[in-house]
Every structure is written in structure tokens, then in C-alpha cells.
């Protein structure tokens, strides 16, 4: 019953450093996404892959690469962490239809210092 | 563009009270329309959805939330708040060219009094 996992759960960065946060889900979902959580703006999209093999730009994508490495994994690298990037990242999967909403991760809480 | 408002940032009542949480969408043609939840430290739950059919929709928890499409609303509704109802509520839709992709309002915070 994991559903979808997110590691690492808090991760401390230095400015410019690059890290790749890891998301697996385990429900056969063809769609997988990517949201950044900030206080006030409630939760934005980085990147989604609609399918295997796909990837598309959100709505704050700048900064970020994602890889869709199997139907199962998705992630998201941050190549030179800026303190901007500081946020709570969620990733989510669903089956792409009209008819479900997303299942979420348990987030990641990523400072940049 | 598309987009999903929610007016209110923080919401305080005392238990027993009755919730309404406003979300307001801005899509063309057919829309699908979320509430989710958050408790603190915890990831976004589904608690109600709409797709068509009938505007009122019963959720989890005592939740429901009624679809105006002249209004362009989609509020969350509760007729008697508990403490254990205190988190953040989010707003979610979909729709037009965009069908999969959710866009989130910004969140409203309830605090709910003992």
C-alpha cells in the first residue's frame, strides 16, 4: 500500500549545489507531475510527464530537469540550488484520465542556505 | 488562462461551527474540480471531487461542496467543524486543454477552536 514515495524527506543544500530528488509510485499510473509548496501560493507545477517517455515544462520550471526514468520513477534534479528553490516539492501520479485526482507523495522539505 | 482562486487565507471558527470555503475557477468548456486536504506534516488527501452530474458532492469526513456553474464556484462546505478538521484546504481544477494537469488555489488555513 505505498502508493507514492518520495525520498529524501529533508535535505539541507548550499547555494549552487545540485541535488536530484527521487519519486516511485506503484499504482501502473501513466502520469506522473511535479509541484513545489510555498506558503501563500499554494502548489505549483515544475514539470509532468503525461507518459513514458514524455516530459513537459509547468507552470515554474526554470532551474529544474526531470527525467521519467520507467512508468514507475520520476525525477527531479536541481543543477545549481539557488535559496529560491527553498520549498516543500511534491510529486504525484495519476492514471491520466478526467476521472481521478492525483495521489501525492509525502513531500520533500528542501532548504537552500 | 486557467486558473483556481480561493479568497479566503485563514479561517478561524470554534468547534461546532459551520464551514464554507470559497474557490472560484476560470476554465472554458468542461471542468474537472477538487477539494484537497492537508494536515500539518502531512502530504494533500483527496477529500471530494466533481466531474458532472449531480452539483452537490458528498466527500470524506462530512465534506461537500456544491458546483454553481454561473458562478463559476465550487465551495467546500461542513455543517458542524471539529477540532481534528484543522489543516489546509486546498482548491483544484482541470479542464479545457489541460485535462490531467491540476491547478491549485493558494490554500485556505483553518484553525478550528476546542
Known amino acids: 500500500n505505498a502508493g507514492v514515495t518520495q525520498t529524501p524527506k529533508f535535505q539541507v543544500l548550499k547555494t549552487g549545489q545540485s541535488m536530484t530528488l527521487q519519486c516511485a509510485q506503484d499504482?501502473?499510473?501513466?502520469?506522473m507531475y511535479w509541484y513545489r509548496q510555498d506558503p501563500g501560493m499554494g502548489l505549483r507545477l515544475i514539470y509532468y510527464?503525461?507518459?513514458?517517455?514524455?516530459?513537459d515544462k509547468g507552470e515554474v520550471p526554470n532551474g529544474y530537469n526531470v527525467s521519467r526514468l520507467n512508468k514507475r520513477e520520476f525525477s527531479l534534479r536541481l543543477e545549481s540550488a539557488a535559496p529560491s528553490q527553498t520549498s516543500v516539492y511534491f510529486c504525484?501520479?495519476?492514471?491520466?484520465?478526467?476521472?481521478?485526482?492525483?495521489?501525492f507523495g509525502s513531500g520533500t522539505r528542501l532548504t537552500v542556505v | 488562462a486557467q486558473s483556481v482562486s480561493q479568497h479566503n487565507h485563514h479561517v478561524i471558527l470554534s468547534e461546532a461551527a459551520s464551514l464554507e470555503l470559497g474557490c472560484n475557477y476560470s476554465?472554458?468548456?468542461?471542468?474537472?474540480l477538487f477539494w484537497y486536504v492537508q494536515y500539518p506534516g502531512q502530504h494533500l488527501q483527496l477529500l471530494l471531487k466533481?466531474?458532472?452530474?449531480?452539483?452537490l458532492v458528498k466527500g470524506i469526513k462530512g465534506f461537500e461542496a456544491e458546483f454553481i456553474k454561473s458562478k463559476f464556484s465550487f465551495n467546500l462546505r461542513k455543517p458542524s467543524v471539529q477540532w481534528s478538521d484543522t489543516a489546509e484546504y486546498f482548491c483544484?481544477?482541470?479542464?479545457?486543454?489541460?485535462?490531467?494537469?491540476?491547478?491549485f488555489g493558494q490554500g485556505t488555513i483553518l484553525t478550528v477552536h476546542p
Open positions: 504525484a501520479s495519476s492514471d491520466g484520465s478526467r476521472l481521478y485526482g492525483y495521489t
Open positions: 499504482m501502473n499510473h501513466n502520469s
Open positions: 510527464s503525461a507518459s513514458e517517455g514524455t516530459t
Open positions: 476554465y472554458g468548456g468542461t471542468v474537472n
Open positions: 466533481y466531474f458532472s452530474g449531480d452539483p
Open positions: 483544484a481544477g482541470s479542464g479545457g486543454t489541460s485535462y490531467g494537469k491540476l491547478t
